[in-house]
């Protein structure tokens, strides 16, 4: 990048990026966007394409009928709509729930906060699967296996949430707003509406992204606790390809019609997402 002097010659000032900084990035959008077209490229053809020793390069017209495929031999309408419930009630809460722990732990005081919080991180680098076993059990006692609320509850809340959100909060939220805030008589949940919460609103919309992305592609944890007859999108994925022959086409049909909403939800929180990039920019 070249440098500029500001007019008053207080110290350079970035000036616009030359053609390699746009050739690399245009090289990595490539380079993200070419798994999803040759997804859809393949779902829109049959599998003996795969053996060509020159793949087509545009798409073919099976797309629909594919896609029509997918939805007579799996339940995927009720795949898709068990994933949108539970990745939309985990996303709500954990942002909900992270939020305010993010916004006790780094702005108010009391007794044990930090060694709270200190356990909170410290539970991040236990593996997911050391507690697969005790919280099946604890869903078979509750009469949750096989059903969504053993995928939602366990899930309502995570460390890494917290840990996010009280980052962000310590440096996003002045104290003296919070000093107002009491001033005026505001109660410690309403100064967290009025105040904490638009400030952290960037912070959030990662959050929830994550979240809906992390809750949208788990499959361990609901291969084992659900049943064929209530799956998950990822459930619904592994029943395409269970079979003694695969017919990747109507594999990769399922996988583009799954990576759809996660495009959705990144279009709304889009907009989001770079605001908050573009504030810790500046803050740095």
């Known amino acids: ?59 073919g017209g099976n797309f629909f009928a594919n896609a029509s495929r997918v939805f007579h031999v799996v339940a995927f309408w009720k ?61 078979a006692k509750f009469g949750w296996a096989g059903h969504l609320q053993a995928v939602i509850v ?18 996003a939220v002045p104290y003296e707003l919070i000093e107002a805030a009491r001033v005026d008589g505001c109660s410690v949940f309403r100064t967290f509406l009025n105040v904490c919460l638009p400030a952290v609103r960037p912070a959030a919309a990662v959050l929830a992204m994550f979240t809906f992305m992390m809750s949208w592609n788990d499959f361990l944890w609901p291969l084992i606790v659900l049943d064929a007859e209530n799956p998950t999108v990822q459930l619904a994925l592994e029943q395409l390809q269970s079979g003694y022959y695969v017919d990747y086409s109507l594999v990769l049909a399922g996988t583009t019609l ?16 770079v605001a908050g990039i573009m504030q810790g920019a500046v803050k740095g």
């Open 154 to 171: 366990p899930n309502l809340v995570t460390a890494f949430g917290v840990f996010w959100m009280r980052q962000y909060t310590v440096d």
């Open 1 to 59: 990048m070249t440098l500029l002097r500001s007019r008053r010659g207080t110290g350079p000032l970035i000036g616009r990026p030359n053609f390699l900084v746009y050739a690399a990035l245009a090289v990595f959008v490539l380079a993200s966007f070419f798994p999803f077209y040759w997804s859809f490229l393949v779902a829109s053809r049959d599998s003996s394409m795969l053996a060509d020793k020159v793949p087509p390069l545009l798409p």
């Open 79 to 139: 795949a898709l709509g068990n994933s949108l419930i539970v990745s939309t009630t985990v996303t709500l809460t954990t942002v909900l729930f992270s939020s305010l722990a993010g916004f006790a732990f780094a702005k108010l005081r009391f007794r044990g906060s930090n060694p709270l919080f200190v356990f909170i991180v410290v539970t991040l680098a236990v593996p997911t699967q050391l507690g697969i076993i005790p919280l099946f059990i604890a869903m």
């Open 258 to 273: 799954a990576t759809i909403p996660i495009l959705i939800v990144f279009l709304l929180l889009g907009r989001q997402i």
